[in-house]
């Protein structure tokens, strides 16, 4: 039996979250030199990230017992993603041209061949581990990852049913799927502060994202204002008001694709979620044509940034590292695959000469969903955080098919 978590208190571990973010921001911002220094090499949104999975690993906070997760991602997150919505530039982000979503489909591309490949690296590194075709065969459990890493938990839950996943496989894909998730993703948030000398080095065109950050902070230069009470009340009427409208449109319309048109959860359209990050999107969409976009002068983005920081931390609560020793082919196999993919990514982008915003939020619009590809692409500037949350909408699109085709190939190779 595991020891219980030093603090079971959801209040108090929301306090040590908030403790380790303010010291973060403080000592990132902080004029002495060891600070300087040191978050030159460190990004401060990867300490964000990194020390709660401590809390976690050592067992002060127990992340997988916590609801801070699951409040975060269903409040905090619907209302960041209005907040940073509302004040894009569509024409602006078209503009960006079709590089994004050929990022995007190189990356779901490498998740689908990625698996096969694993498994052929699992059957000469133990041929033992393979599990024959049983419900807790490897290929089976493989196929809900590649559900997870091309669109998200609804696709996820769809593999395990369509390909009769036993609960022991599952619970160590589930694992693997995450450790191995965020991993990638710690990898990425550390590539996103070196764009600059990346970019240069592969002589990518960033032309048109430089365009888009320079609209938004000229915009900055010539509307910010000293918010108000009126103006932050404001909004947090418009993050959380359109929040729970959304939440009331998720809880009929999930059930009601579900219970009237089955066949629908391939695209994800029975999921609350998905209709949770379809709604707030379009309706932030719809309210960045209307006067609520000047909210922005207000520090919209700063607020919806904040709450995207404290979504950051409750995700590295849900780390532990020591997970890996448990089953460690298993996560040998994961590794691989993120390889395959992260290479088919990289490759693809020195020959477009895709810039590494591209490439890193592509991936995560495939391997994190909607929950983290904003987190990514915010890495490289708030403006750019809609293309994340519209790509992976498009993953949530894809996912069920593509995983199926991998869970086909993989099946292929497992029993012949």
């Known amino acids: ?71 975060a991602s269903r409040y905090l997150l619907p209302a960041c993603l209005v907040l940073l919505i509302l004040s894009v530039d569509l024409k602006a982000i078209m503009n960006l041209g079709p590089k994004a979503v050929i990022m995007f489909l190189t990356g779901t591309v490498g998740i ?32 809900t990852v590649a559900g997870s890493w091309i669109g998200g938990g609804a696709n996820q839950a769809a593999m395990k049913e369509v390909y009769n996943v036993g ?21 990425l948030l550390f590539l996103a502060s070196r764009a600059k000398q990346i970019d240069t080095y592969t002589g990518a065109d960033t032309s048109a994202i430089e365009t888009l950050k320079d609209k938004v902070e000229k915009y900055h230069a010539e509307n910010a204002r000293i918010p108000s009470l009126t103006d932050l009340m404001l909004i947090v009427a ?35 979620f998905f209709w949770l990050v379809v709604t707030v999107t379009s309706i932030g969409l719809a309210l960045s044509f209307s006067p609520a976009r000047h909210l922005e002068a207000a520090g919209a983005s700063k607020v919806a940034s904040a709450f995207l920081y404290i979504l950051v931390a409750t995700i590295g609560l849900h780390m532990d590292v020591t997970k890996i020793f448990d089953a460690p082919v298993f ?20 020959l477009i000469k895709a810039p590494l915003f591209y490439m890193a939020v592509g991936s995560q619009a495939n391997v994190g969903g909607a929950a983290s590809a904003p987190i990514v692409a915010a890495a490289f500037h708030p403006a750019l955080a809609p293309v994340g949350v519209l790509l992976a909408v498009l993953g949530y699109a894809l996912g069920t098919y593509m995983a199926w085709l991998c869970g086909q190939l993989m099946q292929i190779i497992a029993v012949t």
Request: charged fraction near 5%; proline fraction near 5%.
């Open 238 to 272: 418009v993050g959380f008001g359109i929040t729970g409208f959304a939440h009331m449109a998720a809880d009929f319309l999930g059930p009601f694709f579900g219970e009237h048109y089955p066949w629908t959860a391939q695209y994800s359209l029975t999921s609350k």
């Open 1 to 71: 039996m595991s020891n219980p978590a030093l603090i079971s208190n959801d209040a108090t571990a929301l306090g040590v979250l908030a403790i380790m973010l303010g010291l973060v921001f403080y000592t990132s911002s902080s004029k002495n030199p060891f600070w300087q220094k040191f978050y030159k090499f460190i990004p401060a949104l990867l300490l964000c990230y990194f020390l709660p999975s401590l809390l976690n690993t050592f067992g002060v906070i127990d992340g997988h017992s916590s609801q801070l997760y699951f409040v």
């Open 331 to 350: 996560f040998v196999i994961g590794m691989i695959w993120m390889l395959v993919h992260a290479s088919l990514m990289l490759i693809v982008a020195k």
């Open 112 to 143: 689908v061949i990625g698996g096969p490949i694993a498994l052929l690296a699992l059957s000469a590194i133990d041929p033992s581990a393979m599990g024959g075709n049983g419900p807790d065969a490897v290929w089976r459990g493989m196929t």
């Open 167 to 187: 609960g022991n496989i599952f619970s160590i894909m589930v694992t693997v799927d995450v450790i191995v998730a965020n991993i990638w993703m710690a990898v």
